[in-house]
């Protein structure tokens, strides 16, 4: 029986989340894994590199490289170093750090800095990421969902609290993910960036397409703005499941879990999804949810998929748990 093919789309913790969960599931229903990540990041550290060095923001490929990390102690080493972040130098003596002291490092996860490297070196943003995943043996691979770095910007009703009925253009993923104003249209900067083709090639020969969970406006829709991308997701004879979150975020405040699904119906009219997963608490009355799922054609999942401490995270384990059924359904 040959492996099934699963891609996954997304950015930052949702995406790791996911993958992570991916894994739990793989040595018992042989899942090759891909994630395609979006690259619109303008903040932080991938912000700061995309500023002074052009090309892709590292951050969320990093994320998604550690995710899919080997098992070994020696590469989980390699993914506990990608993961640290350089902080400030305190002055000689002094145990509290001086502002501004050591600010070229400060801030910068080492994970960023190698892919940054790597990209340099090599010339060729998935050729730098295989180099990466070779150093973390990761069980699976990462792909760019554009090998241009993209930008985000929202049409945002309220950005401005003193003007809420007020729409205005919020510009850049950062901005975007922060405002506290209701999102009412999404674009992407260039408007019709070129495809990563390697992810499209994956798309087309992939068993099972995955969403979210993750950052809706800025993580997950975005997939759907890159016109190669929608045509090969809309194309791709996999099924197709979407993962929903367990709380809003700042940029989709006041969208319920239907409101979630809505959205991605209104990005890519023509996208059909057969499985909807979402959390057995965090769904409350799961009738509009599964109205909404069936509006895309899909079957509403509930499960336990939050850590027990209370917070809006996913677990790992236990949204694995909950994959393995659907996946491995039809094995």
Not at 275 to 282: C, M, R, Y
């Amino acid at each position: 029986m040959t492996a099934t093919r699963v891609v996954a789309f997304g950015g930052g913790h949702g995406l790791s989340v996911s993958l992570r969960a991916l894994r739990r599931c793989a040595p018992e229903l042989d899942l090759d894994i891909t994630a395609v990540v979006t690259v619109g990041d303008d903040g932080g550290s991938s912000g700061r590199l995309r500023a002074e060095r052009g090309g892709l923001p590292p951050g969320d490929l990093r994320q998604a490289l550690v995710a899919l990390a080997g098992d070994h102690p020696a590469t989980r080493r390699s993914a506990g170093l990608f993961q640290h972040r350089f902080a400030e130098v305190p002055p000689p003596g002094s145990a509290d750090p001086a502002p501004g002291r050591g600010d070229g490092l400060a801030g910068h996860a080492v994970g960023n800095l190698v892919l940054c490297g790597l990209m340099e070196l090599l010339g060729d943003p998935v050729a730098a990421l295989e180099h990466a995943g070779a150093m973390l043996g990761a069980v699976g691979r990462v792909l760019p969902m554009s090998c241009e770095p993209v930008g985000i910007e929202a049409r945002v009703r309220g950005a401005d609290p003193t003007r809420p009925d007020e729409v205005r253009t919020v510009t850049g993923q950062h901005q975007v993910a922060v405002t506290t104003g209701r999102v009412e249209s999404l674009r992407l900067t260039p408007g019709a960036p070129r495809a990563c083709p390697q992810a499209v090639a994956a798309i087309g020969a992939a068993d099972w397409l995955i969403f979210g969970p993750g950052s809706w406006y800025t993580s997950v829709l975005p997939h759907l703005l890159v016109p190669e991308l929608a045509a090969a997701v809309v194309a791709s004879p996999a099924r197709r499941l979407v993962t929903l979150n367990l709380a809003s975020e700042k940029e989709t405040l006041g969208l319920s879990l239907a409101d979630h699904l809505a959205a991605l119906r209104w990005y890519l009219p023509e996208l059909k999804v057969d499985h909807v997963v979402a959390d057995s608490k965090a769904a409350g009355d799961p009738e509009p949810v599964e109205r909404a799922a069936e509006s895309l054609g899909a079957r509403l999942v509930l499960a336990p998929v939050a850590v027990t401490d209370g917070t809006p995270r996913h677990d790992p384990a236990a949204l694995g748990a909950a994959l393995v059924p659907v996946l491995g359904a039809d094995r």
